[in-house]
């Protein structure tokens, strides 16, 4: 009886040894709130444009200011965007994923830092910031005249 009565102590002993070292190791994660998350999966509402898509196109066309040196050494193409719309609607970091150079990446980032306010996106019926995609696109005719942009598609 005496061995039994030791045996258990020693188990409590060492069960609570162990518990006591997995509880002073055991720091709980504090859960995001939403309005601190920079970038949703899925959001109820995604931010728009003023004015809605179409408006973009205007926009784009409208300020863009094609660089010299890309008129110059015959620079072309998408320069693909990223950027938060933040809870308020404000634009912020704003980052060139893919460029093409000659002055278009730093332009794409001055038009898209220069856009208005945005109507911003919303998720359980409260305004969130979200992480958009945008590409840009740099054209020019024959005589180095800009060409209106086209079609161009928000990535979400």
């Not at 009565?5 to 188990?11: D, K, Q, T």
């Not at 404000?90 to 278009?104: E, F, L, N, Q, Y």
């Amino acid at each position: 009886m005496n061995k039994v009565i030791r045996l258990m102590v020693v188990m409590v002993l060492v069960n609570g040894a162990a518990m006591s070292q997995t509880d002073r190791n055991y720091i709980p994660k504090p859960v995001p709130k939403v309005d601190t998350i920079m970038q949703l999966q899925y959001v109820e509402q995604q931010p728009t444009f003023p004015g809605g898509d179409s408006l973009i196109n205007k926009f784009l066309y409208d300020n863009l200011k094609y660089p010299e040196l890309a008129l110059k050494t015959n620079i072309q193409g998408k320069v693909f965007v990223t950027f938060v719309v933040n809870s308020n609607g404000k634009i912020s970091d704003v980052k060139v994923i893919r460029g093409i150079g000659g002055g278009c990446d730093e332009e794409a980032i001055r038009l898209i830092k220069s856009m208005p306010n945005w109507i911003p996106g919303k998720y359980n019926g409260k305004n969130v910031p979200v992480q958009m995609n945008l590409p840009v696109k740099f054209l020019f005719d024959e005589k180095n005249k800009p060409l209106p942009i086209i079609q161009t598609t928000i990535c979400h």
